[in-house]
């Protein structure tokens, strides 16, 4: 009896409230720059050439206004769910919160397994192992470390997050050092408004730009793991932006400015190059942080898709399983293999240009979903719970249209 007493007295385990803002900034700039530019500058000097740094502060400017909207949502729903408990709040529609959080798993797990495979890129210029064994290690090293503790795993996200940081300054210090004059080419990354092939061209690259931008997304689905998440959501939202657009731009422009835009198109490891290039030293230390980096990318969004899993179980949109937490770990175990699986699958099939697409896609065909969701509340009347931030309305309308327009850009007769 006693034993039974006490067995229903245990509280069950909950999600464990430990992130600082530094720590959600960290963790938000290692969503966004694990991949985003020490693998995808190549492809966007592939398409734009030397206007692909412009690509980037379109996408940055696509995402501005979803940031705000995404802001005020987090303080009026702070659940794990994140954009499928903003649908399920404004629309409440069952059928269409199951299909808001089936693009984020199919986002979340696409991004990690294009992520996966421009690590694989960096590692194999250091060891002769076939892509396909350096891709398994690299995944089922990124779900062990996720699965290993929420403080734990984002902790090791943010030294690894200034370490992957700390290369990108250097690559384009290392360029304003051996090339001073750079910096008053920088007008020439900007297309003439007359010049319609040149703005054709940003406008199709910045869907892949886009993929370098996507972070605060998987920011919120960790709310339930912030502190005084109301005030901290916001500010890391925005800070993780304006880094991300400035390391971004800076570095972009570096690439394409200093270096041959054919050698930097078809390089597996564009930053090593680069860095090689700028300054004759072996590119050894760049590609350790380029792994370095892109690991990171690879652990967070396990950790992204695996919370929005545990949040719709929660919600009993997918099975309570799913929703079940390790005593000790207090994470989804369950849910972290899942994703883990379903990464390495997509790493080992696909390349990562048509992995960054398709995740630039889903998450803006979410982005949609959330700006009208926003929308649909304010318009309803709905009452903002107290000192949490707000948005004016404009703000979800612009969403809505810039992320619409991104979306169908590439279906356009000019493509």
Request: glycine share 8%.
């Amino acid at each position: 009896m006693r034993a039974e007493i006490s067995a229903q007295s245990t509280p069950p385990a909950t999600l464990r409230r430990a992130i600082t803002l530094p720590l959600l900034v960290f963790y938000g700039l290692g969503v966004t720059i694990g991949a985003g530019i020490y693998v995808l500058v190549g492809a966007t000097a592939a398409q734009a050439g030397i206007y692909a740094p412009a690509s980037f502060l379109v996408a940055a400017f696509v995402m501005l206004f979803s940031a705000g909207s995404f802001s005020e949502l987090s303080g009026r729903f702070p659940q794990s769910a994140g954009e499928a408990a903003y649908v399920e709040g404004a629309f409440r529609v069952p059928s269409l919160t199951v299909i808001t959080g089936g693009l984020l798993l199919v986002g979340g797990t696409v991004s990690a397994s294009a992520i996966a495979v421009g690590c694989a890129g960096y590692i194999a210029t250091l060891l002769s192992q076939p892509m396909w064994m350096i891709i398994l290690l690299a995944v089922l090293a990124s779900g062990l470390i996720a699965a290993w503790g929420i403080l734990e795993s984002v902790r090791f996200a943010a030294v690894l997050t200034l370490v992957e940081i700390l290369g990108l300054i250097v690559v384009v210090i290392a360029g304003i050092w051996h090339h001073p004059n750079v910096v008053l080419e920088l007008p020439s990354v900007f297309p003439s408004p007359s010049d319609a092939p040149a703005l054709a061209a940003v406008a199709l690259t910045s869907l892949i730009a886009f993929f370098a931008f996507i972070g605060f997304d998987g920011m919120v689905n960790i709310i339930e793991e912030t502190e005084n998440p109301s005030r901290n959501m916001p500010l890391g939202i925005f800070i993780t932006l304006a880094i991300s657009t400035l390391l971004y731009f800076s570095v972009a422009a570096t690439a394409v400015l200093l270096l041959p835009l054919d050698e930097l198109a078809s390089s597996a490891a564009p930053i090593s190059l680069l860095f090689e290039k700028l300054t004759g030293i072996s590119p050894i230390a760049i590609t350790l942080v380029a792994i370095a980096a892109t690991f990171n990318g690879i652990v967070i969004q396990t950790i992204l898709a695996s919370r929005v899993i545990y949040g719709m179980a929660q919600a009993g949109r997918l099975p309570k399983r799913l929703a079940q937490l390790n005593s000790r770990t207090r994470t989804p175990l369950l849910a972290t293999v899942l994703v883990t699986g379903c990464t390495l699958i997509l790493a080992l099939f696909f390349p990562i240009a048509v992995l960054a697409e398709r995740t630039s896609q889903v998450v803006l065909v979410v982005f949609v979903l959330i700006n009208l969701s926003l929308l649909r509340i304010k318009w309803r009347g709905d009452p903002a719970p107290e000192r949490i931030f707000v948005v004016p309305a404009i703000v979800p309308v612009i969403g809505v249209i810039t992320s619409t327009a991104m979306l169908v850009g590439p279906f356009l007769p000019y493509n």
